[in-house]
Structure formats: structure tokens, C-alpha cells
């Protein structure tokens, strides 16, 4: 049979042998769950505990409730790391150690986990609570290292991004205001090389938005400095559009289109731009995206970026030139064409166009 276009076959029958394999797996894993269970109620944190923690863990990473076991395992080992009077922080240090390269081989297998990263995140900070600032800090600067190895596997995890992010801005509020500076500058960098590696990679480019904004921020830039990094991102994008089929780049564009946008401008790079420097830029950007076209008639996404920046010129002039109009109704019969499956909405915003 077929649901939803996909055929559906009959899965392969297990063995007697490989469900009597399956059986036991089953029976293990939930003797080992009991086990844990009862030595947490009894507040039994011993080293045995710890392993079987672990190993259940290591079966099933999605257990959140078992996290929460380590933490207070954990934190029992570090109570009885105080009890001694020598060596505490370096104690401390290689148990929070022991427990990061425990995550390393589960990161492995399951990139995508969130409790795994969670509680990499809870190491960190309990390395930042219970040790001198100079060890602390040196754990986050391995972190940065870690996850930068990571990106380079699986350039586009949005999971490792995020973390990266929180990585770099818990590393500048340990650091001093130059080096949290640099720390910006070097990030920026970063995104630019993995943009350049993956143009497709929306998280770097996302990352990039971001990194802009707090760029300019921490430079004190003038008005002229960011209409230069404005110039530099347009062309940037310019370059990047040699393939105008891939979405990633197009919103992207979108971003920075709103600087243009009289609404949100001044939450964007270059918030003092006049309204005929903002007519001037669109203009140019709807010449630029026309030329686009040639060679490229097919793709939906131009049509779609001449209509919204064709809008936003409405917008900044304060009316719709009748020309103008002519125009979206010209692109947006394009539209209905090449993307059929959506032709209700280009239907309905022809109709606002049009009146």
C-alpha cells in the first residue's frame, strides 16, 4: 500500500534469536534503570553509581531525569573534594574534566541531543563557580576550541551554533573589554570563513547578523563607518547570488534589506540613512537583482526579492508609482506561474496591488 504518495513496505520479521537478543537488552536496561533509581533515593553516590549513571546514559542520552542523577553525583564529589584541605581546586578540576570527555563520544553519536549539551553547559558553569577565574576561563577557551572542531564536521548543526554563541559571550564576560573586543572581531572572522566554505550555510550567516550589529556597537562606528559595512555586506551578497536558487542567501538579503525600511532601520547597521540615500539604495539593488534574472527566468526567489524591495521604495517615498505597480503585477504573474502551489496568496496580494 501507499500513504501520501510513499509506498510502504512490510518490515523484515526478527528472528526468534534477535527478539529473545532484543528481550534481553530490554531486561537489562531496566534492571539498570531500577538500580540507579534506588541508589539516588538513598542518596548512595558512590563510584559504582556514578558508572552505572553513566552507563545508563551512554544507552539512552534523552533520559533527562538521569542528568539530573549525575548533577547530584556530581556535586557529592565535589562536597567530598572540600573535605580535603590541599588540592581542592585541582580535585574539582579533573572530576569536571573526567566529565566533559565523558560527553565527547555521546556528542558523537547524538549531535543533536540537548540535555547532552545542557549538561556540558552545567560543567562549564560549576567551572566558573568552584575554581579561580584564570582555570575557570581556560575551560570555556577549550569549549570554543571543541565546538569549532565540531562546526568543521557538521558545519551546519544549528545545535552547535547556538552553543558557540553562548561559549563567546560567557569567555568575554571573564574577560577584559579588549578582549571581549577582539573576541567580536574574531568571531566575525569565523562566520566568514565558514560562509566561504558553505555559502548554503544559513546558521553562519545568521551568526553574521548578529555579530555585525554588536561589531559596529562595540567600535563606537560613525554614521559613514557603517554605511561602509553596509556597502561591504550588499556587495558580499552580490557575490554570493551567483547561485540565486539557494534560499539560505535570499534571507539574507531580506536582512539586510531592512535597513531601507523606515520602521526598523534604527535597530540595523546603518539607522541614519536619508530617505532619497535609502531610494538611491533600492534602486540600485532592483537594478542589480534584474540582471539576476537573466539566465535565471525559473527562480521564484528574484521575483520575490524585486517585489518586496519594489514595496519598500513605496514605503520610504510614502506612495506607489504608478510605474512601480505596473511592475509587481508584471513579476507577481511570474509568481503564479512558477510556484503554483502557493498561487491563493499571490491571488490575494495581487488584489491589495492592484486597488
Given at each position: 500500500m501507499a500513504s501520501h504518495g510513499v509506498r510502504r513496505f512490510k518490515p523484515v520479521e526478527k528472528t526468534p534469536e534477535e527478539r529473545q537478543q532484543e528481550l534481553k537488552q530490554i531486561e537489562e536496561y531496566r534492571s539498570l534503570e531500577s538500580f540507579v533509581s534506588k541508589k539516588v533515593t538513598a542518596?548512595?553516590?558512590?563510584?559504582?553509581?556514578?558508572?552505572?549513571?553513566?552507563?545508563?546514559?551512554?544507552?539512552?542520552?534523552?533520559?533527562?531525569?538521569?542528568?539530573n542523577y549525575r548533577r547530584q553525583a556530581?556535586?557529592?564529589?565535589?562536597?567530598?573534594?572540600?573535605?580535603?584541605?590541599?588540592?581542592?581546586?585541582e580535585l574539582i578540576a579533573e572530576l569536571i574534566k573526567d566529565d566533559l570527555m565523558f560527553l565527547i563520544p555521546l556528542l558523537r553519536s547524538f549531535p543533536k541531543c540537548y540535555w547532552i549539551w545542557n549538561y556540558r553547559l552545567w560543567l562549564l558553569d560549576e567551572a566558573r563557580r568552584l575554581l579561580p577565574l584564570p582555570?575557570?576561563?581556560r575551560f570555556w577557551q577549550e569549549e570554543l576550541a571543541l565546538v569549532g572542531k565540531m562546526l568543521t564536521l557538521d558545519s551546519r548543526n544549528f545545535h552547535g551554533w547556538g552553543y558557540r554563541r553562548l561559549v563567546v559571550e560567557t569567555l568575554k564576560q571573564l574577560g577584559t573589554a579588549e578582549?571581549?573586543?577582539?573576541?567580536?572581531?574574531?568571531?566575525?572572522?569565523?562566520?566568514?570563513?565558514?560562509?566561504?566554505?558553505?555559502?548554503?550555510?544559513?546558521?553562519?550567516?545568521?551568526?553574521?547578523?548578529?555579530?555585525i550589529l554588536r561589531l559596529l556597537e562595540e567600535q563606537n562606528a560613525s554614521d559613514e563607518e557603517r554605511r561602509a559595512m553596509l556597502d561591504d555586506e550588499l556587495a558580499l551578497i552580490h557575490q554570493a547570488l551567483i547561485d540565486p536558487y539557494d534560499q539560505s542567501l535570499w534571507f539574507y538579503h531580506q536582512n539586510l534589506m531592512c535597513v531601507?525600511?523606515?520602521?526598523?532601520?534604527?535597530?540595523?547597521?546603518?539607522?541614519?540613512?536619508?530617505?532619497?540615500?535609502r531610494l538611491q539604495y533600492l534602486r540600485d539593488e532592483i537594478a542589480a537583482i534584474e540582471e539576476m534574472?537573466?539566465?535565471?527566468?525559473?527562480?521564484?526567489?528574484i521575483y520575490q526579492s524585486l517585489i518586496e524591495c519594489t514595496l519598500l521604495v513605496s514605503k520610504v517615498a510614502g506612495h506607489m508609482a504608478a510605474e512601480d505597480r505596473?511592475?509587481?503585477?508584471?513579476?507577481?504573474?511570474?509568481?503564479?506561474?512558477?510556484?503554483?502551489?502557493?498561487?491563493?496568496?499571490?491571488?490575494?496580494?495581487?488584489?491589495?496591488?492592484?486597488t
Open positions: 542518596q548512595d553516590f558512590s563510584a559504582e553509581t556514578l558508572k552505572k549513571i553513566s552507563d545508563l546514559l551512554s544507552r539512552n542520552p534523552e533520559y533527562y531525569t538521569v542528568w556530581l556535586r557529592h564529589q565535589f562536597s567530598e573534594a572540600g573535605d580535603s584541605a590541599e588540592n581542592v581546586a582555570a575557570g576561563r578582549e571581549a573586543a577582539s573576541m567580536t572581531q574574531q568571531e566575525f572572522e569565523y562566520a566568514k570563513k565558514m560562509i566561504g566554505a558553505n555559502l548554503s550555510n544559513f546558521s553562519a550567516w545568521h551568526y553574521r547578523t548578529k555579530l531601507f525600511d523606515p520602521s526598523v532601520a534604527p535597530r540595523t547597521m546603518a539607522p541614519n540613512l536619508g530617505t532619497s540615500e534574472l537573466d539566465g535565471a527566468e525559473d527562480c521564484k526567489y505596473t511592475q509587481i503585477l508584471s513579476w507577481l504573474s511570474e509568481l503564479k506561474q512558477l510556484d503554483p502551489l502557493r498561487q491563493q496568496r499571490w491571488l490575494d496580494f495581487e488584489k491589495t496591488v492592484s
